[in-house]
């Protein structure tokens, strides 16, 4: 049983938005670090962002350009990606982890995953 649900995902036309959701069950972000990817169409797993839920340290990849945001409801147990002026190219499959530390994040090793959930961005 996945621990992790992501939820949010749709269709959206370029240059809006989208904000997705991960909630855990059955156990808590608390002092662990969240993390986004994608994976687009034939190609390989990219990351996105890493929170430290406890203080809310985040780090995300360059290539976003400053585009998307991770953030924690500490209450509510759940790690949220906004995403801004999307792009065709942001088209993929978007998981949320769940990680020991920010270097398990960044490079994506082990960890606890949701089953993705899709976003497409038509142009």
């Known amino acids: 049983e996945r621990q992790l649900v992501e939820s949010g995902g749709g269709l959206v036309k370029t240059g809006g938005s989208l904000r997705l959701s991960c909630a855990a069950s059955?156990?808590?972000?608390?002092?662990?670090?969240a993390g986004w990817f994608r994976r687009a169409p034939d190609k390989g797993r990219e990351w996105i962002a890493c929170?430290?839920?406890?203080?809310?340290?985040?780090s995300y990849a360059d290539s976003l350009e400053g585009r998307f945001a991770i953030s924690t409801d500490f209450a509510k147990n759940t790690v949220t990606l906004q995403m801004n002026n999307l792009k065709p190219e942001d088209t993929a499959v978007y998981y949320c982890?769940?990680?020991?530390?920010?270097?398990?994040?960044?490079?994506?090793?082990?960890?606890?995953w949701g089953q993705g959930t899709q976003v497409t961005v038509s142009s």
């Open positions: 929170i430290s839920v406890n203080d809310e340290k985040t």
């Open positions: 982890a769940r990680f020991q530390g920010e270097m398990d994040c960044r490079t994506g090793r082990g960890g606890s």
């Open positions: 059955a156990y808590t972000f608390h002092s662990y670090t």
